[in-house]
């Protein structure tokens, strides 16, 4: 066998083995927590809020409830923010402002979710409170900080997806008499529209999925939400809050919640992956 | 990424694994983490004072520990919480008393509470402060996780087999419950007596404050004990380690680090 033979069957082993560690992760949460879904039956599982696991409750409607607002209220800041900072950046500025600009907010993808918590736990939280009134920790906080964390995959996945549309397009359609603005709105968005709804959800994955930062501004209280000033729970928090002392049905009902988040997430994900393939 | 670090942890939890070292002897004592911090403190003087010892102290919470003790994963648990019946066959050897203090705002005006009223507070029937005779507005209430062993005490002594209300904010630790408080004048929550610092305010319940002298001789009710389990009397490494936990350095540094001792 030749050099390159060999070469190209060890990097086909390592490949299978992040493909493996991934089946496996998926094997292992099922294998834990279905016995509880299968107990508790599906729909008290998913349609009651009572949470109580160590006294037999095992409802998280509250926590899905929570969950699904507070990634909207992430949309509802991180999308047209990150889509205008992605618009600006890759119609409208200068290229060595670009060069600038691009990676600096990719920086920001690197800063440590812990961080922005801590950042939200210290300043968002107090002006919460002090302004708009409740405990401070709550469902706006917890969106606040999420709409700016999904900031970066929005923009950068929206620049890819604008730069992409063939330069062609634009010449044609100032050619015809359109204004810059008119051939972005009219020409380019359009062309590149597969591409930003695609960063649209993956920015919805990545807050969906979000843990350290969410525990730490929203309160993790079990109620529904009332008003946006309420504490909530997400699924995520639900997971990493009680994961140390669970023990029994209490961890499986942990894992089940964790079903729950993969399901949410694998439909997020084959959505993004269907509308990029449409292209 | 914050699912896929949360699913790794998830399948990495482990049980409790007997260190593997090079000093001679060694020994694992593994439970509570609301010991944990306690028992690290002790394991570290006491290894400084024994080169040979090498002590592994691991969390995993009270319950964990006593199903380690009890098929022979680790030599010493560490619980937070009283031995259920069937766990009696356990030798239980306790080593300090903590208080749980309830706690307000420096600024809150409320220095004393009904044991009553603390339920009434933690079952939702009361939310707001007018009805503690105070200037009205909401309480911001601020419980525990479920599981927590500070949390399974309060349920005990306070709550008579009712459940906490789902409003109540959730924390952690004592450290964020603290941090909360201190940053909220609207704000009530509990956390070890041990440790309440000038930033809040430990609030007497019947009358009778959190003082080391009152948590000591069980006036004050909110105390719990804190345990070492171990599987019979212990012998050797196990048993030089709790008699220098029990003895009065032993003693003294729990003290020293905001607990009450169980012997002079």
Redesign the interface.
Known sequence: MGRGKFVERVLFFLALSSIGSLALITFFIFLEGLPLILHTGLKDFVASSHWAPTKGHFGILAMIVSSILVTLGAMVLGVPLGLAGAITLAEFSPERLKRILKPTLELLAGIPSVVYGFLGVIWLVPLIRIYLGGPGLSLLAGSLILGIMILPTVISISIDALTAVPQLYREGSIALGATRWQTVRRVVLPAASSGIITAIILGMGRAVGETMAVIMVAGNALKLPTSVLAPVRTLTSNIALELGYAAGRHREALFATGIVLFVIIMILNLSATLITRRR | ???????????A?GGCQPGKTGAQHSLVVAGS?SVQPFAEKLAEIYMQQHPQMRIDVQ???S??GI?AVSNGACDLGASSRELVPAEKHLLEIPIAYDGIAVIVHPSNPLTNLRLEDLRALFTGKITDWRSLGLPPH?I?LITR?????TR?AFESMVMAQQ?I????????SNG?VR??VA??P??LGYISAGLVDHRVKAVAIDGITPSRDNIKTHAYKLVRRFLLVARMTPGGPAKEFVDFVLSAPGQSLLEAEGLVGMVE
């Open positions: 990424m914050g699912l896929v670090g949360g699913l790794i942890f998830l399948a939890l983490t969390g995993g919470g319950s964990a199903y909401s911001h996780e479920e599981g927590s062993g399974e459940e209300t789902p409003a109540a904010l959730v924390q952690d964020s941090e909360i940053g909220d609207h704000s």
